[in-house]
């Protein structure tokens, strides 16, 4: 069984950090990309990151370069989204996400979210 675990969200005021951790199970790790996106009440899904477990290519949305990081490890089965400096519009519930192969196109595979809010 396909599991994607998040953790690491809570409540934070303007400029701090969180550290996010997407948990996978039941598939090849290391032939999926793992993305990270969000959603804030009444607005749309965004993506965020992702990343290529194999080979490490990743990607930022323009409204978190600089601020997030994106990371594997691949020991743990884990992908990490560091992200600092965060602003109040990055409040959302963060979901991971996981398909096969390169970064680029739908997911197959989707965590239940973890609420991350940002205070100013």
């Known amino acids: 069984e396909v599991q994607l675990v998040e953790s690491g969200g809570g409540s934070v005021q303007a400029g701090g950090s969180l550290k996010l951790s997407c948990a996978a199970s039941?598939?090849?790790?290391?032939?999926?990309?793992i993305g990270w996106y969000r959603q804030a009440p009444g607005k749309e899904r965004e993506g965020v990151s992702c990343?290529?477990?194999?080979?490490?290519?990743?990607y930022y949305a323009d409204s978190v370069k600089g601020r997030f990081t994106i990371s594997a490890d691949n020991a743990k089965r884990t992908v990490y989204l560091q992200m600092n400096s965060l602003k109040p519009e990055d409040t959302a519930v963060y979901y991971c996400?996981?398909?096969?192969?390169?970064?680029?196109?739908?997911?197959?595979?989707w965590g239940q979210g973890t609420q991350v809010t940002v205070s100013s």
């Open positions: 996400a996981a398909r096969s192969g390169g970064i680029g196109g739908g997911y197959d595979y």
């Open positions: 039941g598939f090849t790790f290391d032939d999926h990309a």
């Open positions: 990343i290529a477990i194999s080979g490490g290519k990743t």
